[in-house]
């Protein structure tokens, strides 16, 4: 399907700038697309950052104040597309999260329980978290230092999780479709993972803070 350009006509494949004058075209495009970038899980975070402030620049909307209402809508249009697929890529979670939705699948439906082989960490976690908060500061010093040595186990969990997400990402880029059901169950696994990790480390680093605070 083409599509129109609003600042000199001509009609082109949807991409983000204008091939003919340089403008902005309000095109849908996958976030992958939008910041020029083949569709792969692996990222070079340089790369990312370098379309990201190139095209920003290109399509920002103080260079298309005084153009007509069409381009500058183009100009809103593109520019919120750029920044939301250099939010979306920047994160690897983020990023993997969207890989399962371009391929049709969803980690809803399969992050309603703890992970198994986290659940008895999260338990005890948070049974410490409310004895903490139960205390509320008072002699809290015993049991704020054992919450403080949980918390660094979850972060060296956090950091496996994202080594076991950087090498999914690599099996996908290199064995694409042919491996495609193990790699997504395996990519649900670890974003089910990280994700009730960031909200778990999350509440420990509060607590700390509010104890330290008391």
């Known amino acids: 399907m083409l599509i129109q350009c609003p600042s000199c006509g001509s009609r082109q494949a949807p ?11 309000a095109a849908e495009l996958d976030c992958f ?3 020029g970038l083949d569709r792969k899980l692996v990222i070079n975070p340089a790369a990312l950052e370098r379309s990201y402030h190139d095209l ?12 007509p209402a069409a381009v500058r809508a183009a100009s809103l249009s593109a520019t919120a597309l750029v920044t939301r697929a250099y939010r979306t890529l920047r994160d690897p979670a983020a990023r993997g999260l ?7 699948h969803k980690l809803a439906t399969d992050n309603k329980q703890v992970p198994g082989d986290l659940a008895e960490l999260v338990f005890d976690v948070q049974e410490q978290l409310a004895a903490l908060r139960a205390m509320a500061g008072r002699d809290a010093g015993a049991l704020a230092q054992a919450v403080g040595a949980r918390r660094a186990e979850l972060q060296a969990i956090w950091d496996d999780s994202q080594r076991a997400l950087a090498e999914n990402f690599a099996r996908w880029d290199s064995s694409g479709a042919s491996d495609a ?4 169950a395996e990519l649900k696994a670890i974003l089910s993972r990280i994700a009730y990790l960031r909200t778990l480390i999350r509440d420990v680093d509060r607590e700390l803070e509010n ?3 008391a």
């Not at 969207?98 to 049709?104: C, F, K, R």
């Not at 059901?181 to 997504?184: E, F, H, S, V, Y």
């Open 15 to 25: 991409r983000l700038i204008c091939t003919e004058c340089g403008g902005p075209l």
């Open 33 to 35: 697309a939008a910041l």
């Open 56 to 67: 920003s620049r290109k399509i920002h909307p103080d260079r298309f104040a005084n153009r």
């Open 98 to 104: 969207y890989w399962l939705e371009l391929n049709g």
């Open 181 to 184: 059901n193990r790699l997504t």
């Open 211 to 213: 104890t330290k605070a």
